[in-house]
Every structure is written in structure tokens, then in C-alpha cells.
């Protein structure tokens, strides 16, 4: 169970670290990882929210997360990039769908930034793959009030 809840930190503070950095530094910083470039289908690839500053932060969080939590810090980086990696694929089939920026998907919004970080950490803290599906769902099931939390505490601008 131990594994399980310590990937959950890291994952939890690699996902959470692109919103500490937007509340704590506004729109300073930003540079969107798409560059403005847009998709055959005209839309742009990621979109503006979609940044080089939350990808460094989630590395950084996710790194100091695995430090605090006894993982080895490198460990962590990576599963903060992972995480990161899974998020703009989700942005990506957003994008795709036609939804705009920062829309609700339930679902596609959760378990790609989950899934990644979890198959990185998975073979350094051994849990399978009941024990890495437990992880994603687990971050599936809080994120949305985890989020609907930060809004009203100003650390996010929408409840999702």
C-alpha cells in the first residue's frame, strides 16, 4: 500500500505544480510549449495554457515530492516530465475535438497525466499493474474536487 500512496504524492505534485506556479507568478514566465504552431486541422497543437513554465515546475515538484517521500529525486523529475507528457496529450485530443483551452474532459483531462508518471515509478517502487491501476483511479476520483478545492482557494481560475 506504502507504493502506492508515495506514487500518488509525486504524481499528485507534479500535476499540481503548473497551477502553484500560475498563482504564484501570474502570466511572468509564460512560454506556450506549442509556440503558437497549429495542427493540420488549424488548431493550434497544445494551446496557451500549455506551458515551458508548468512543464519546469512539475519537474521541480516532482523531483522535491520524491525527495520528501524517499524516492530518489532524478526518479521523480522524470515521472513530473511524465506527467506533463500525459497532460498534452490530453490537451492534443482536446484540441482535436474542437474543445477549447482549459475545457473539461473527464476522464481524458485525468488518466493520460496519471497513467505516464505512474509507468515511470512503477518499476522503482514495485506495484503492478493492479497497484498502478489503483493509482490512476485514484487520481481520476480526486482530482475533480481537488480542483474544485484550489478554485475556491484561488489557486486555480476554474473549478476544473
Known amino acids: 500500500m506504502l ?33 503558437g504552431c497549429r495542427f493540420a486541422d ?8 500549455k506551458t515551458v513554465r508548468g512543464i519546469l515546475a512539475a ?6 515530492a520524491a525527495l520528501a517521500l524517499g524516492i530518489p529525486p532524478a526518479l521523480g523529475a522524470l515521472a513530473g516530465l511524465a506527467a506533463m507528457c500525459g497532460d498534452l496529450v490530453s490537451s492534443f485530443v482536446k484540441r482535436r475535438l474542437g474543445m477549447a483551452s482549459s475545457s473539461r474532459f473527464l476522464g481524458v483531462d485525468q488518466i493520460p497525466e496519471a497513467l505516464f508518471p505512474v509507468l515511470v515509478l512503477a518499476p522503482h517502487l514495485g506495484y503492478g ?14 482530482s475533480p474536487p481537488a480542483s474544485w478545492l484550489l478554485h475556491h482557494l484561488k489557486v486555480r481560475q476554474q473549478p476544473y
Open 3 to 35: 507504493p502506492l500512496l508515495l506514487a500518488l504524492g509525486v504524481v499528485v505534485a507534479a500535476n499540481a505544480a503548473p497551477l502553484i506556479a500560475t498563482s504564484a507568478l501570474g502570466q511572468r514566465f509564460t512560454l506556450p510549449v506549442d509556440l
Open 42 to 49: 488549424g488548431e493550434r497543437l497544445f494551446g496557451p495554457a
Open 59 to 64: 519537474v521541480l515538484f516532482g523531483g522535491l
Open 129 to 142: 499493474l493492479a497497484g498502478g491501476i489503483a493509482v490512476v483511479a485514484a487520481f481520476a476520483v480526486l
